[in-house]
């Protein structure tokens, strides 16, 4: 009765053994596939991150330059308006000077009303 129980123990160890050797042989192999496919997923996601960095920095280049234009087109603007505004006065100096008292007269009316509420 010993040697059967004895056997049988032995067997119930050797299959245990055995399902221990398979779960780590499958562990092993899920394993292998998973690092497998973390390289290329990675190189994949650093790709795109290249990528998007390098819209948007082309977008804030873009714009940049594009602001840098206006902004020299509006340097120009006021130039040209300033220096004809100093035409216009030196052409018309009562006319610009009523002018002036005008608009003067306006705005103190405009914040007058405002301040009193």
Do not use: F, W
């Amino acid at each position: 009765m010993e040697n059967s129980t004895e056997t049988k123990l032995n067997n119930t160890r050797d299959g245990v053994t055995q399902i221990g050797k398979d779960l780590r042989a499958d562990a092993h192999a899920t394993i292998d596939k998973i690092a497998e496919q973390v390289p290329p997923a990675t190189d994949r996601l650093k790709a795109q991150a290249h990528t998007g960095v390098d819209k948007v920095a082309d977008g804030v280049e873009s714009t940049s330059e594009r602001l840098a234009a206006r902004g020299k087109q509006l340097a120009t603007s006021c130039r040209n308006l300033t220096e004809s505004s100093r035409e216009h006065v030196r052409a018309s100096p009562v006319i610009s000077v009523l002018v002036a008292a005008a608009a003067g007269y306006g705005i103190s009316k405009l914040l007058g009303s405002r301040s009193s509420k």
